[in-house]
C-alpha cells in the first residue's frame, strides 16, 4: 500500500488513492485518508477555475488503514469512494483538507481514461514494487529453481509472485474452461440415479438482458433432469412475464408463476418452491449465472457421496460477463467459519424435504434468507460435501452486495440474527457481535464454569521471556483459578486441570477476558484445541493458524504479514477450524491426550479452532526464523488439508491459485 505524504516537515494527514476508475458519466476515486489530529478530512473536487463541483460522497470502513497509521481503529471509517460527472477534455482538482494541511491531486479525464485502460491490461506489478521484494534470499532462491528445474519453472515461479491477482485468476480460469468435448461426454453421461434438481429463482424487476442470460445458464447444463421455478413478485411489470412465456414454447422444464403481490425476497422464494418437484432444490438469483457442468457434478456427489448438503466455489463476473474475479476457494464444511461468515453462499443444493419440513425462508431474516436457511439444513444434515469447483457465477452490479457491501446494511444484521438464532438451536451459550468487516462476525462464547487452568510456559526459568510471560498471566488471568509451570518442552505429566494453555516463553497475554474467551471456546464439546494469533516485535503476524499440505507438512499461514492484514476472504480475522496448531498459543482439553508420554492428541472426537480476536504478542529477543518455528499438533489428511483448497498452492500456505 502506498501511503502519500503531503510534505517534507512532519505530516499529520496520511491517504492513499487505491483505485481510480471511470467511465462515460462519471470518474470515482477510492482510497483513505486519516488526520492525526483526529478530525474529520473534507474532500473536495474543483473545476480548472477553482469552483466547487457536486460529488457523490460515500463513507467506507478501513480499520486496516487506521490500525496501521494510527496504531488503532480510532478513525476505521476513514475510507471513502467518491464519485463526480466530468467533461472529457477538462481538468481537475481533488483536494483532502484536515484542520492543519491539505493535500491537492490534479486530474485530467483523457489522461486518466488512457491510465485505466493501461492499468486493465496490465499483467504484472509495478517493477519498483518487484525490485522492493526481490531480496537475495530470493535470488538464490531463483537461481537454484533456474538451475534444477529450468526456465520454464523460474518463469511459473515469477507469475505465481509478481502477477496481478485479477489477471492470475483470469488465465486459471481460461485454462479451467470446458472443452467442447467434454461437455458432449458429460451430457451423454447416463447416472444410475438421475434425481431431478428445482432450481428456485425469486424475481422482481429484474432486468431482460439478466434474466435471459440466467435462463441461458440454466438451460446450458450438461445435466438435463432440471426444473427451472420462477416466482414473480413484480406486480407491475410485464418483462420478465413476456420473457419466460417465450422461453417456455421452447423449453418445459421452465415453470413460472406471477404473484398477486411482492412478499419480497423471502416470500417469493417459498412460492416459488411451491412448484418445485424435484428431490433436491438448488438456490440461484435472478442475475447469477451457473456454470454449464454445475448441476452434472451435483448429482455425480448425490451419486457417489449420499450427500444432504451440497456447495461449491464460486466468483464474481463483470456485468458484461467479459471479466471473472474475486474466486472464493473455500475449505470442506467448516462450522466455525460458518458461523463468522456465509462462506458457502453459491452455489447451494439440498434435499428438497430438508427445505419443506423446515418450513422454507423465513421473512424475518431477509437479506440473509439463504443464511438463515442453510444453517437450519447443515443443522439437520448428516452428510455434507463441498465441490471444489467453480461452478457458481456471482454478477457485480451497482446494487449488488458483491460489489457494495454497503448497499445493503439491513442484510448485515439479519445475518447476525441468523447466527444468535442457530447458536440458541443447537445448545451454544453465546453473544455473536459485527466485526469492522461488513458480512463477517465474531461469536464469543460464555464459559460453562470457572475451571482450574493448567498454564505450561514452554521455557527457562532464568530466560528473561519466561518471566515477562508469567507476569502477564498474572495481570490478565480474568480470576480463571490456575497453576503455572514451567518446562522446557510440552509436558504434561504433573498438569491438575481439565484444560492446558500452553505458551512459549516471551508470549504475553495484553488484555482483560482474552483467558476467559479463550476458556469457553475451549469448553465446548466438538472443541479440543483453541489457537491464538501472536504478533512479533515488528507487530507484524507471527503465527494466525496453519495447514497440513499434501506432504503432511505444516504450513503457517499469514506469517510475517503486517497487523491490519485480513487475508484471504478476512481467514486472518475470523474464527474457523484448523488442522494444525502451534504450541506457542493454544489451549487443549486434557482429555484429548491419548498418553501423556508422547503429545499424541485423540483428533478423530474433537476440531481445532483458530481465533484471531484472542491476541497476543512475542515481547522476547529477536529470533531467528529457525528458532520462530515452534512445535506444532496437526490432524493429518492424506489427501490435502479440508479446511484448505485443493485449487491454492498448499505447499506455501498463501491461499495463491494453484497452477
Known amino acids: 500500500m502506498k501511503v502519500q505524504k503531503t510534505s517534507s516537515h512532519k505530516t499529520t494527514l496520511y491517504h492513499s488513492i487505491d483505485r481510480k476508475e471511470i467511465n462515460a458519466q462519471k470518474i470515482t476515486l477510492i482510497g483513505w485518508a486519516i488526520s492525526e489530529t483526529a478530525q474529520p478530512v473534507e474532500i473536495v473536487v474543483r473545476d480548472a ?7 457523490e460522497y460515500k463513507k467506507m470502513l478501513r480499520p486496516d488503514a487506521s490500525m496501521t497509521m494510527l496504531g488503532d481503529e480510532s478513525q476505521k471509517e476513514c475510507g471513502f469512494n467518491v464519485s463526480f460527472s466530468y467533461k472529457k477534455n477538462e481538468r481537475y482538482f481533488f483536494e483532502l483538507k484536515s484542520d492543519s494541511e491539505s493535500w491537492i ?15 486493465e491490461k496490465r499483467k504484472y506489478q509495478p517493477f519498483g514494487k518487484i525490485l522492493k521484494h526481490l531480496t537475495s534470499e530470493q535470488i538464490k532462491k531463483d537461481g537454484k529453481c533456474l538451475i ?14 509478481y502477477a496481478v491477482p485479477a489477471y492470475q485468476y483470469e488465465k486459471w480460469y481460461q485454462e479451467h474452461q470446458m472443452t467442447e468435448e467434454e461437455k458432449r461426454v458429460q451430457m451423454q453421461h447416463h447416472f444410475d440415479y438421475a434425481p431431478t434438481i428445482s432450481i428456485i429463482v425469486p424475481t422482481y424487476l429484474t432486468p431482460e438482458l439478466f434474466l435471459r442470460q440466467m435462463i441461458d445458464s440454466v438451460r446450458a447444463q450438461t445435466y438435463a433432469n432440471w426444473q427451472l421455478c420462477i416466482a414473480d413478485g413484480g406486480t407491475e411489470d410485464t418483462v420478465v ?20 403481490e411482492n412478499k419480497n425476497i423471502s416470500g417469493n422464494s417459498n412460492e416459488a418452491l411451491k412448484m418445485a418437484a424435484g428431490e433436491y432444490v438448488a ?8 456454470a454449464p457442468n454445475a448441476l452434472y457434478e451435483v448429482v455425480k456427489v448425490i451419486q457417489n457421496e449420499n450427500a444432504d448438503v451440497i456447495y461449491s466455489d464460486e466468483d464474481k463476473v463483470s456485468m458484461d460477463l467479459k471479466h471473472h474475479f474475486d474466486p472464493h476457494f473455500k475449505p470442506d464444511f467448516n462450522m466455525d467459519l460458518l458461523r463468522s461468515n456465509n462462506y458457502i453462499c453459491h452455489l447451494f443444493v439440498t434435499k428438497t424435504d430438508y427445505i419443506k419440513e423446515i418450513g422454507g425462508w423465513r421473512g424475518e431474516f431477509n437479506g440473509a434468507q439463504d443464511f438463515d436457511l442453510i444453517f437450519r439444513c447443515v443443522e439437520r444434515a448428516k452428510r455434507i460435501y463441498h465441490i471444489p469447483k467453480i461452478l457458481y457465477h456471482w454478477r457485480m452490479h451497482q446494487n449488488s452486495t458483491a460489489a457494495n457491501p454497503e448497499s445493503k446494511l439491513y442484510a448485515y444484521e439479519a445475518g447476525l440474527h441468523a447466527i444468535e438464532e442457530h447458536l440458541k438451536r443447537v445448545g451454544e451459550a453465546a453473544k455473536v457481535y459485527m466485526t469492522d468487516h461488513l458480512g463477517y462476525y465474531r461469536v464469543e462464547y460464555i464459559p460453562s464454569k470457572m475451571e482450574l487452568l493448567s498454564i505450561v510456559v514452554i521455557g527457562n526459568e532464568a530466560e528473561r521471556e519466561t518471566q515477562a510471560t508469567i507476569d502477564s498471566i498474572e495481570q490478565y488471568h480474568d480470576g480463571i483459578p490456575h497453576e503455572i509451570m514451567i518446562r522446557e518442552d510440552a509436558d504434561i505429566n504433573e498438569c491438575g486441570g481439565k484444560y492446558i494453555l500452553f505458551l512459549k516463553a516471551g508470549v504475553v497475554l495484553t488484555a482483560e477476558n482474552t483467558l476467559i474467551r479463550w ?31 499434501r506432504n503432511e507438512k505444516v504450513r503457517p499461514l499469514f506469517q510475517g504479514a503486517p497487523k491490519g492484514e485480513i487475508g484471504y476472504f478476512s481467514r486472518a480475522k475470523v474464527q474457523q477450524n484448523i ?19 508422547n503429545m499424541k492428541l485423540q483428533v478423530q472426537k474433537y476440531q481445532f479452532v483458530l481465533d484471531p480476536s484472542l491476541e497476543l504478542v512475542y515481547e522476547g529477543s529477536a529470533m531467528r526464523e529457525e528458532q520462530a518455528q515452534t512445535p506444532y499438533i496437526s490432524l493429518a489428511y492424506q489427501n490435502g488439508d479440508i479446511n484448505y483448497n485443493p485449487n491454492l498452492d498448499d505447499l506455501h500456505g498463501d491461499f495463491k491459485i494453484m497452477f
Open 148 to 161: 534444477r528445474e529450468g526456465v520454464k519453472s523460474l518463469r511459473r515461479e515469477w507469475f505465481l509472485r
Open 283 to 290: 438456490l440461484l438469483d435472478h442475475d447469477d449465472l451457473l
Open 105 to 119: 491531486m490534479r486530474l485530467s479525464a483523457a489522461k486518466l481514461e488512457r491510465q485505466v485502460n493501461k492499468e
Open 49 to 55: 477555475n477553482g469552483n466547487k463541483i457536486p460529488v
Open 579 to 597: 488442522s494444525a496448531v502451534s504450541l506457542a498459543a493454544v489451549m487443549i482439553k486434557r482429555e484429548c491426550f491419548k498418553s501423556q508420554e
Open 241 to 260: 412475464e413476456r420473457i419466460v412465456s417465450e422461453y417456455q414454447v421452447q423449453d418445459n422444464r421452465i415453470f413460472y408463476q406471477k404473484l398477486a
Open 519 to 549: 476458556l469457553a471456546e475451549c469448553q465446548r464439546k466438538e472443541i479440543g484445541a483453541v489457537s491464538a494469533k501472536v504478533y512479533d516485535q515488528e507487530n507484524r503476524i507471527w503465527y494466525c493458524g496453519a495447514i497440513v499440505d
